[in-house]
């Protein structure tokens, strides 16, 4: 059973960066996607970003692209979330998640999910 652990959250100003990891175990990431959603108070789980495991091929949401990236540790089971200049619109509860196929934007579309980690950006 594949499980996913996210760390990295936290209270930053706006303006801040922080970056968010995320490490798997049990299963095998070969072939896979993973990537992040967030969540806010009231709101729908949204996509964040992307990254394919074995060619690294990215993708992002328009609220994030040219502040955040993307990457991977093979090594290390390991995908971060670089953000940058966070907005106070950011803040929400941001979870990773795998599948076993290439990128998809849609949450219903990955099989393994992160338990969470909070980002709270203040003005």
């Known amino acids: 059973q594949v499980q996913l652990v996210e760390s990295g959250g936290g209270l930053v100003q706006a303006g801040g960066s922080l970056r968010l990891s995320c490490t798997a175990s049990g299963g095998t990431l070969r072939g896979g996607a993973m990537a992040w959603f967030r969540q806010a108070p009231g709101k729908e789980r949204e996509f964040v970003s992307a990254?394919?495991?074995?060619?690294?091929?990215?993708r992002y949401a328009d609220s994030v692209k040219g502040r955040s990236t993307i990457s991977r540790d093979i090594a290390k089971n390991t995908a971060y979330l670089q953000m940058n200049s966070l907005k106070p619109e950011d803040t929400a509860v941001y979870y990773c998640?795998?599948?076993?196929?290439?990128?998809?934007?849609?949450?219903?579309?990955?099989?393994?999910w992160g338990q969470g980690t909070q980002v709270t950006v203040s003005s």
């Open positions: 990254i394919t495991w074995n060619g690294g091929s990215t």
């Open positions: 998640a795998l599948r076993s196929y290439s990128i998809a934007v849609v949450a219903g579309a990955y099989d393994y």
